[in-house]
């Protein structure tokens, strides 16, 4: 059997992946990292960013470059790098316009989203006792109050060492499921901003200092992923499910952010309330799918 059409599905499945995680990330209130996990592609996601360590380093020093690639998935990581930045790119310029004509429709379509990947994520841990329930009630609790906090509440700030601490606290928010990294960036007062310079770029309108500012909070970024995705790696080999546990309260209190109807209960809104249910049944249709055709990593825990 010619293996060539099944990795190029696969290619074209991680491609599309990333492109739902970027779009994700543009949004307050939604994951990037809940997306991945919807998919079945969080361990892998998480195990391969964490790999970028010293190890690796030697590897690209001796230029044993087929070994360093496949450490930490290479194909993998740019066909999902591929799609995130182009889910970015493609929301910046749209992204205000939505949320301000259609934020109802909007947050019902994610609102279902993230409660059917809350049920996923449930679902999947086998044995609940004392201490997972504890631990996903303290994050429902936790991250209730966080995403209430008006994101208003940090004025601007234009230093570029800021904008670096910006990039290295959102891009945490952006792979942990249910904490939204574009929220944070609008409690630090940078997600207008951030965003306008993407959006920039995308029209071509870029100057020198906004690639630079854009450049510093890449390197946040960067930093940020590198160093978090170490200690989520080690949590999900050693405390897996107490781990989907806590991530899984995280998720639901995230709800707080997303719900479509304000004041108004489910019938305020015919159109919102259909969206939340779509949302909710992609959700269960992709995790039946992930559950036929993706694969253990179980070579991803620590030994």
């Known amino acids: 059997m010619n293996p060539r059409p099944s990795l190029f599905r696969a290619k074209v499945g991680q491609l599309a992946a990333g492109l739902l995680m970027g779009i994700a990330d543009t949004i307050p209130g939604v994951s990037g990292g809940t997306v991945a996990m919807v998919l079945g592609i969080y361990d892998r996601l998480v195990t391969a960013i964490s790999r970028c360590d010293n190890t690796l380093a030697g590897l690209v020093f001796r230029r044993r470059w087929r070994e360093a690639a496949g450490r930490i998935d290479l194909g993998f990581l740019l066909a999902l790098g591929v799609g995130i930045g182009g889910g970015i790119l493609a929301l910046a310029s749209v992204m205000k316009v939505l949320l301000q004509d259609h934020p109802s429709e909007v947050n019902a379509v994610f609102f279902g989203l993230v409660a059917g990947s809350c049920l996923v994520v449930t679902r999947s841990i086998g044995n609940w006792n004392g201490l997972r329930v504890a631990g996903m009630l303290a994050a429902v609790v936790v991250t209730f109050l966080v995403v209430g906090v008006p994101s208003d509440t940090v004025k601007p700030v234009g230093s570029k060492w800021f904008v670096f601490f910006s990039g290295v606290i959102s891009i945490c928010a952006m792979i942990l499921p249910g904490v939204s990294g574009a929220f944070l960036l609008k409690v630090l007062g940078q997600y207008d901003r951030i965003i ?3 959006s920039d770029v995308v029209h071509g309108q870029a100057t020198s200092e906004s690639l630079l500012i854009l450049a510093v909070f890449a390197g946040g970024c960067l930093v940020g992923l590198i160093g978090f995705s170490k200690l989520l790696r ?14 899984c309260g995280a998720m639901c209190g995230s709800l707080r952010v997303l719900w479509p109807f304000g004041n108004r209960g489910p019938e305020g809104g015919m159109i919102p309330a259909v969206l939340l249910v779509a949302g909710f049944v992609v959700v269960l249709v992709l995790d039946r799918l992930a559950s036929r055709n993706e694969p253990g990593h179980s070579e991803d825990r620590e030994e």
């Open 234 to 247: 080690w949590l999900l080999a050693n405390f897996r499910e107490t781990t989907l546990a806590v991530l």
């Open 196 to 198: 306008g310079l993407i």
